[in-house]
């Protein structure tokens, strides 16, 4: 690989972590075959919570920390395994918040922001078009590259992190023109009403299109909740980390040559039936990916004045937490027996070692992983049917 | 026998060959303290890999498998070194890490670097010596 000279140096530098850093992105860039480092503006860490990484990510942090690691773009965590304050209410054992804390303080001494969330993009972290970063976590991966139209390859925690210490990544992948191209066009004839009905399209085509890269049409109107919504379940069911919504993301394309798919009102009820093993849930959550300022919203307006029977809890950001909590969502929601918590979610926290044993969830995404990584039965609907569900 | 292969990382190492027919996921199949493999099933089940050349076709799994590499080369548990039929990223970061000699692309099929042989491995230079 060509390397210039400040690059060069860095594999020389004083610094033993910037020497790491860059050593590792030149083995994985010769393993891509990229032929020179890009330079990229920012950065986002995944492999924060303790439930993901163990001991072993822990060590590796704690030692990188020790020996000079500090990130040269800015860059901002992934959701950790607990809200960083309000994890004894989630009944977060005292042994595992004390591991999580020392991740937390270890990329706070690399100069990490502690965002610890999924969704950058919404309140601190927007790239230009055909900006160059290096991203971790899959959602905002895809919504990188398909909504903003930044150029990011789904990186791992420790590319990712190597990425944000140098501020380089190897150029191959999705930060090349000639591999941002579509692969499958998706002909949505089913009527998308809500963000679940974006998570069954996007469950549904991450199966069938893998690592692809697929071009929908007949999408009418999508806005942020949506596009977040679909990419998300993309890369759960699938690898899927760029996707093209015509009239919506892209201008029409000619995409006549490229084999079609086409999802119908009976492929949308099916997907619903298939991410669906139990109407009970005990335990209700929305914000995977973390929830905006409205979705947090209209949850609180389908909750005023009425009793959560059963578990409810909304994450989401620190930020968006704020911004709820000065507009009185947070207090309508815990009023009526909800939670709002933030910094980590449904996926990265130890539910499986909670008392839950199933789980409501209105995200494609949050139904793919929950049966897997959190041993859950899940019951995958809309925001207003769970609602109903663990209302008096 | 000499064998020509691709060097994925550096270093040299010397060690008795460990071999596996099936890719590893470090995460949850080694414990990081010992070298031990406890993956139920797996056909190293029971085998130690610390100091040994560990031959595999691939790792696969969590990415956490390479935070697991590094943590046994810091405690002293890690392989000697590891030949792959192809090193994808987790492994190859794994051994980048924990300063593991790695070499993959081999020009003879894997199973020629037979259980129990020593070898020598050298990353540098992308090749393997078996001897015995």
């Known amino acids: ?392 | 026998m000499k064998v020509k292969g691709r060097g994925v990382t550096e270093g040299e190492a010397e060690g008795e060959v460990l071999f596996s027919s099936e890719p590893i996921g470090f995460y949850g199949a080694v414990d990081i303290d010992t070298g031990k493999f406890i993956e139920e099933g797996h056909e190293l089940e029971g085998e130690n890999i610390a100091g040994k050349v560990l031959v595999f076709p691939r790792g696969k799994g969590s990415t956490v498998g390479s935070y697991v590499l590094y943590g046994l080369a810091k405690n002293g548990k890690a392989p000697a070194a590891i030949v792959n039929e192809e090193t994808e990223t987790i492994v190859a970061t794994g051994c980048i890490l924990g300063e593991i000699p790695c070499v993959d692309n081999l020009e003879v099929p894997l199973g020629e670097l037979v259980d129990g042989k020593k070898a020598f491995v050298s990353a540098d230079d992308g090749k393997i010596e078996t001897k015995g």
């Open chain 1, 1 to 392: 690989m060509h390397l210039t000279e400040e690059e060069k140096k860095m594999l020389e530098s004083d610094n033993p972590a910037v020497r790491k850093a860059m050593k590792l992105l030149v083995k994985l860039g010769d393993i891509y075959g990229a032929e020179e480092m890009v330079e990229i503006n920012s950065a986002q860490a995944s492999g924060v919570s303790y439930k993901s990484i163990g001991d072993p990510g822990l060590k590796f942090l704690q030692e990188f920390a020790d020996e000079g690691a500090e990130v040269s773009v800015p860059t901002f965590a992934n959701p950790a395994g607990m809200d960083l304050e309000r994890w004894e209410e989630m009944d977060i054992s005292k042994e595992f918040a004390e591991k999580q804390n020392e991740i937390i303080e270890a990329m706070k001494g690399m100069n990490i922001t502690i965002a610890s969330s999924c969704t950058p993009y919404l309140w601190s972290n927007l790239p230009g078009r055909n900006e160059h970063v290096a991203w971790a976590e899959s959602s905002a991966v895809s919504f990188a590259n398909s909504v903003i139209g930044a150029r990011t390859n789904r990186e791992g925690g420790p590319s990712a992190l190597a990425a944000a210490i140098t501020g380089r990544t190897p150029k191959h992948g999705l930060h090349l023109d000639k591999n941002r191209n579509p692969t499958h066009v998706v002909e949505v004839e089913a009527d998308l009403k809500n963000i679940s009905d974006f998570g069954a399209l996007g469950s549904w085509v991450g199966k069938k299109v893998e690592d692809g890269k697929p071009y929908f049409v007949g999408v009418t109107s999508a806005g942020t909740d949506e596009l977040k919504s679909l990419g998300a379940a993309m890369a759960a069911s699938g690898a899927v980390a760029l996707y093209f919504v015509e009239g919506v993301t892209v201008d029409q394309r000619d995409v006549s040559d490229l084999e079609r798919l086409s999802f119908t009102e009976g492929e949308k009820e099916d997907e619903y039936l298939k991410l669906t093993a139990s109407e009970e849930p005990e335990l209700v959550v929305f914000g995977c990916p973390h929830c905006s300022i409205n979705e947090i919203e209209e949850i609180s307006k389908k909750l005023e004045g009425r009793t959560v029977t059963k578990d409810l809890w909304v994450f989401t950001s620190k930020a968006v937490k704020a911004w709820s909590d000065r507009m009185g969502y947070t207090d309508v929601i815990e009023e009526a027996g909800g939670k709002v918590l933030s910094d980590t979610c449904n996926v990265v926290c130890p539910i499986e070692d909670m008392k839950y044993e199933s789980m409501g969830t209105n995200s494609g995404k949050a139904a793919n992983y929950l049966p897997g990584f959190c041993k859950q039965d899940v019951m995958f609907a809309d925001t207003t049917e769970l609602i109903d569900k663990v209302v008096e």
